[in-house]
């Protein structure tokens, strides 16, 4: 399933690549979504990708952890494409929740990108294995419950600053997402990763 919404995920930005109209359409736009009924926004942007490297590397994360996280819905739930489904699409939904609300009256505020999507598959990962070691810029090794809380920290603290042109916001809510998913999905699963923790 991984390897497929990659596919699609890469069709669509491609085609989408400066296409202004396309990009205007179907990218997140809080006024858009909530003032003229364009709910299919709320999904559509997650698909798109503004450039080349914002596409790579949202497919690489996605490549090396979603299957992963396949292997461990298999194992724990006994089938992976309709969790990772679910995941992969709630996730892109529950990651935009704060900025639906946040710009609910800003016109000019758009997004796009799988992020809050790809960082609820590597906290999702993280859930299963929380000292399985994550190669930080591919090179420093990190166990990814220490990633992990590093990394809530440093999209938290962004958001807060918005000194950049990046969503931190999805990342942070999308991460919170993948984490909480399984024990929504299955919620003995909290003591299997507290015992893998401890």
Request: hydrophobic share 50%; with cysteine.
């Amino acid at each position: 399933m991984t390897t497929i919404i990659i596919i699609i995920t890469v069709i669509i930005s491609f085609t989408a690549f400066n296409k202004t109209e396309l990009l205007y359409r179907y990218q997140f736009n809080a006024y858009q979504i909530l003032k003229r009924d364009q709910w299919y926004r709320i999904i559509t942007h997650g698909f798109l990708h503004a450039n080349w490297n914002h596409l790579i590397v949202n497919m690489i994360v996605l490549f090396f952890f979603g299957g992963a996280l396949e292997n461990y819905f298999n194992h724990y739930l006994g089938s992976s494409t309709f969790y990772f489904i679910t995941l992969y699409v709630c996730s892109i939904i529950f990651s935009s929740l704060y900025d639906l609300r946040k710009y609910a009256d800003d016109y000019n505020y758009n997004a796009l990108g799988a992020s809050g999507a790809t960082s609820a598959v590597v906290f999702a990962t993280i859930f299963f294995d929380p000292w399985q070691l994550l190669y930080f810029f591919f090179v420093i090794p990190i166990p990814g419950i220490v990633f992990g809380i590093l990394y809530l920290g440093y999209s938290y603290y962004m958001n807060k600053k918005q000194i950049d042109n990046i969503g931190h916001s999805s990342h942070f809510y999308g991460a919170l997402f993948g984490f909480l998913f399984p024990i929504l999905v299955k919620p003995e699963l909290f003591s299997i990763f507290l015992q893998k923790l401890f």
